[in-house]
């Protein structure tokens, strides 16, 4: 038995049997969601994971296609729930997009907000977009009425990449000088770097660190302001280290280990070798002299699709210990599934006559008097509805406690 090769294993299998070249999702697109999926009324829900938010790269996606002043958020959880309403009804009526992130912090609230939405008669332009982490309270029903999306870091850096550069297009690239392409790219590079070496906890970071889109934005930012110092042709290395270090991506490590790892990266992907050519990022991609986004998503087109320990500086053997713990998770959610007693999956007929047993009992009684023309039709009408509704409630209410 090689716990380090299950995964492997059952990752070859599955392409086997299903005739496909890879079990990771597909690339995340913010327009095909919104092109083919979307409708004004069915709201759109993100399931999102640590470190991922989508607000920011959905904030971008609405400033480009209906305008920043036709979308609106509203973070919730600060007893602004009537606010939410009010927001939801104008959206709705004036065909804005609204966007309400962390419902898992309102869940008691959400059965209003579901009613809410059946009762709109939205404009064709509206769209409605929910954030929320998985939560074991929220309402099934408005679970159900949304189109779901999950939503996380695609897994290995060449998704990651493409994903960036699916969010940016053509035009942003190619804009600019080729230093500032360049700087992109390794930025790019460097952001997929620090999510995938959580793969590698705790020999990779000694913890899980929420590096987001919303720490990409903020270095993008640094970039086009230090590049518009140097008017576009130099950049201050320095300032840029101490900012990514000691404000962005450093602002989320508490550990020195891994803050000696942050500036190493810093340090070997942000260098004037690094563009001119004469060295590697990670030791294995030369940044292209160019501005065309064509000849980045060709190199990344040309990236294996599984990330090796290399590209990470960590000794190739770790992926034998991430194989290891993978197989323990998987283990340990197939034990869950077969520790389903046989109690709860087959039908207990006793158990089900014992509850059920007043129901019939009052139904018999009622059905016998009706028969024998002691009770009115009409009184039936009214009263066996009610009834059967609170017998039923009291049987609901005994099953769930046992």
């Known amino acids: 038995f090689r716990p380090d090769r299950i995964e492997s294993a059952l990752q ?43 607000s920011r790269e959905l904030e971008e996606f609405a400033e480009n296609t209906v305008g920043r002043e036709n979308f609106f ?62 939560h074991p309270k929220f309402p099934a029903i408005l679970l159900e009425s949304c189109y779901k999306v999950t939503y996380e870091a695609p897994p290995g850096i060449k998704k990651n990449l493409m994903r960036t550069y699916q969010g940016w297009g053509p035009a942003y690239i190619d804009q600019g000088s080729v230093l500032r392409a360049q700087l992109l790219f390794a930025l790019a590079w460097f952001h997929a770097i620090m999510q995938e070496r ?15 889109y919303g720490d990409f934005r903020a270095g993008v930012g640094v970039l086009e302001t230090l590049l518009s110092e140097g008017q576009g042709d130099s ?11 000691n404000a962005i991506y450093g602002g989320r490590i508490d550990n020195d280990y891994d803050l000696r790892v942050l500036k190493a990266y810093l340090e070997q992907f942000f260098n004037l070798e690094v563009f001119n050519g004469t060295q590697k990022l990670s030791g294995v991609v030369t940044i292209p002299n160019s501005k065309s986004v064509k000849d980045y998503l060709g190199l990344i087109n040309k990236l294996s699709d599984s990330d090796t320990p290399t590209l990470f500086g960590l000794p190739i053997n770790i992926d034998r210990a991430v194989q290891r713990y993978n197989t323990l998770q998987i283990v340990g959610s197939l034990k869950q599934l077969m520790a389903v007693s046989a109690e709860d999956i087959k039908f207990d007929k006793e158990r089900w006559s014992q509850l059920l047993g007043p129901l019939t009992k009052i139904w018999k009684q009622l059905y016998k008097q009706l028969s024998d023309g002691g009770i009115p039709v009409s009184y039936t009408h009214l009263t066996l509805p009610t009834i059967y509704s609170v017998q039923i409630s009291v049987v609901a209410v005994s099953l769930k406690k046992k």
């Open 12 to 54: 070859s299998f599955l392409c086997e049997a299903l005739g496909i070249t890879g079990v990771a999702a597909l690339n995340f697109s913010f327009n095909n969601i919104y092109r083919d999926e979307s409708a004004p009324e069915i709201p759109i829900l993100f399931v999102t994971s640590p470190g991922s938010d989508p």
């Open 73 to 134: 958020e509203l973070s919730m959880g600060g007893n602004q729930n009537e606010v939410a309403l009010q927001m939801l009804k104008d959206a709705a009526s004036k065909g804005h997009w609204l966007c309400f992130k962390n419902l898992h912090l309102v869940t008691s609230w959400l059965p209003k907000l579901e009613k809410e939405i059946k009762s709109l008669q939205p404009h064709q332009n509206f769209r409605l977009w929910l954030t929320t982490e998985a």
């Open 198 to 212: 959580r793969n590698y906890i705790p020999q990779g970071w000694t913890k899980f660190y929420e590096f987001s």
């Open 235 to 245: 950049i201050g290395w320095e300032t840029l280290h101490g900012l990514m270090e």
